[in-house]
């Protein structure tokens, strides 16, 4: 009896002995855990403020390129990159507006020339949006005339759909030829400033040419960058409208046979 409570009360110390380590580790822990978190919130903070600095530094720095580009050159070729833009944003909308589903349209006007003829074929056309459905309608308006009358006004419609989707397209590919060429010319005025303050000068310097050198290579850079950027627009907005031609011209195709069809029915 007496050896069992011994044992009892050895095992007991040594259970509180283990409680009371344990405790003091963990006082002992939590400093240096605070610690950590502390110092990587800090860390975290420090290189928040570091991307914020960069992203500041990097705006700050186009702004005072921008600015020691001079005023006069460098405010013509901004103008050029913002018209351009504005142009090339509003052929973009207009031509994804005047995307239709051809084949859809094609057999829905098929459809409606067999079940309720060329009446019931146009009202599916003055419900579509798109080039294609104005082509339809031309074609089918004429189709009580003759099938060649219908070939005549799909064709001459058709024309006048690629006009306008050809619409102001000139003036992207104006602004990407001019922005390079203001650059240029304000490459060459910076370099006749260079040669300016040389001949006042009488005398060789690098400090007398690098400002007019820095201005001649700032302004090209702008205009270099402002028609790599209209460049890419009008290459997507020349792109859309080959695709929807192509389809315009797939489409008339069809819709002659369409009312060949048509007729061949009728006469039947």
């Not at 700050?60 to 103008?79: A, D, H, S, T, W």
């Not at 098929?110 to 082509?135: F, H, Q, W, Y």
């Not at 315009?248 to 069809?261: N, P, Q």
């Amino acid at each position: 009896m007496k050896r069992l409570f011994s044992i009892l009360v050895i095992a007991a110390i040594m259970v509180l002995g283990a409680v009371n380590l344990n405790a003091a580790n963990s006082v002992n822990t939590l400093p240096s855990t605070t610690v950590t978190f502390v110092q990587q919130d800090e860390d975290a903070a420090a290189a928040d403020e570091v991307g914020e600095e960069e992203t500041a530094g990097f705006h700050q720095e186009l702004k005072r390129r921008f600015i020691e580009g001079g005023p006069g050159f460098m405010g013509i070729v901004l103008l050029c990159l913002i018209l351009g833009l504005a142009i090339a944003i509003e052929r973009i909308i207009f031509l994804n507006l005047s995307t239709t589903n051809t084949k859809k349209l094609a057999q829905d006007v098929e459809d409606a020339l067999k079940s309720g003829g060329v009446e019931a074929a146009k009202e599916v056309c003055r419900n579509t949006r798109g080039p294609v459905a104005s082509i339809y309608y031309q074609g089918l308006d004429r189709a009580d005339e003759s099938i060649e009358a219908a070939e005549k006004a799909v064709v001459a419609y058709g024309g006048v759909q690629m006009g306008q989707l050809e619409k102001n397209v000139s003036w992207v590919s104006l602004f990407i030829a001019l922005a390079p060429m203001l650059g240029f010319m304000g490459t060459v005025i910076g370099m006749i400033q260079a040669f300016d303050r040389i001949e006042a000068a009488g005398d060789m310097q690098p400090s007398l040419v690098a400002g007019g050198i820095k201005v001649a290579l700032l302004t090209t850079v702008f205009g270099l960058i402002v028609a790599i950027i209209l460049q890419i627009f009008y290459n997507y907005i020349i792109a859309k409208i080959d695709s929807i031609v192509n389809d315009m011209e797939d489409a008339s195709i069809l819709l002659i046979d369409m009312l060949v069809d048509y007729k061949n029915r009728k006469r039947i």
